[in-house]
Every structure is written in C-alpha cells, then in structure tokens.
C-alpha cells in the first residue's frame, strides 16, 4: 500500500483507488518515499508560501477513508503550484534547510532531495488532475 506516495487521478476515480487491491493500477503516481504532509509543510514554510501550520491545515482528509488506510488528502493548491515552477536554483537554496528537519533525522542528502524536488516537479508538470497524497499504514 502506499506511504505517503501522490496520486494523480479524477475525484471520481479516488474512491475506487481506495477500495482496489492494487490502488498503482488506478491513476498515475510518485512515490515520495514516505514524504508526507509534515515534511510538505515544513517545505512550504521555508518556500515562503505560509506557515507551517496554515499549509498544514490544507492536507485535508477525502471521502470515507477505511480504518486501516488508505488516507487520502488534499494537497494545498499553493504548494503544488510552487513545486510545479521551482527553478532548480531554488531546490538547491531550500534543501540544506529542509534536510535538517526532525523528521528526517540527519539521514537525508542535499542530493536526494534535490533529485525528489525536482523528479516531483516534473510529475506535477506532466500530470493533469487532482493531486492527493495517500498515505497507509
């Protein structure tokens, strides 16, 4: 099941994405290698779109997830936007202050990250629809 992967797909296909036994077979997807809404939120926050708490307030539960997952959420339209027109200067500013975030306790490289950035982009760039971020257990 996905961790914190991004689905691409319409909002009437996400409640089947939902229910499938394969939910990869259903929309286009990045796999954000359990990158999930906290760590979004805190990229936001040093892209200057808002606060950390305000974008995080835009990750908002869709439908009726089931009790053991998967969840899916809103993505704050702002931080898809930015993602999507980030120049590859700008990853290159904003990932030694993201890589030192709790979250990804000292393990994650300016290098992956800057390559996540910038593989996120183009997916952004080259998919058309809603984007959720699904997570699961």
Not at 41 to 49: P, V
Not at 61 to 78: Q, R, Y
Not at 109 to 132: P, V
Request: charge should be negative; charged fraction near 20%; aromatic fraction near 10%.
């Amino acid at each position: 099941m996905p961790l914190s992967d991004i689905l691409c797909c319409s909002s009437e296909d996400l409640e089947s994405m939902i229910s499938n036994n394969d939910p990869y077979s259903i929309g286009s997807w990045y796999h954000s290698k359990g990158i999930g809404s906290i760590e979004l939120s805190q990229l936001a926050e040093f892209l200057h779109i808002g606060s950390y708490s305000d974008i995080h307030e835009g990750f908002d539960l869709v439908g009726e997830p089931l009790p053991d997952g998967p969840w899916p959420e809103t993505i704050p339209g702002e931080l898809i936007n930015k993602i999507r027109s980030i120049s590859n200067e700008e990853i290159a500013s904003v990932v030694s202050k993201w890589r030192s975030i709790e979250e990804f306790g000292g393990y994650a490289s300016e290098e992956s990250l800057q390559g996540y950035l910038a593989d996120l982009r183009e997916f952004l760039k080259t998919n058309t629809g809603s984007f959720y971020l699904v997570n699961s257990p």
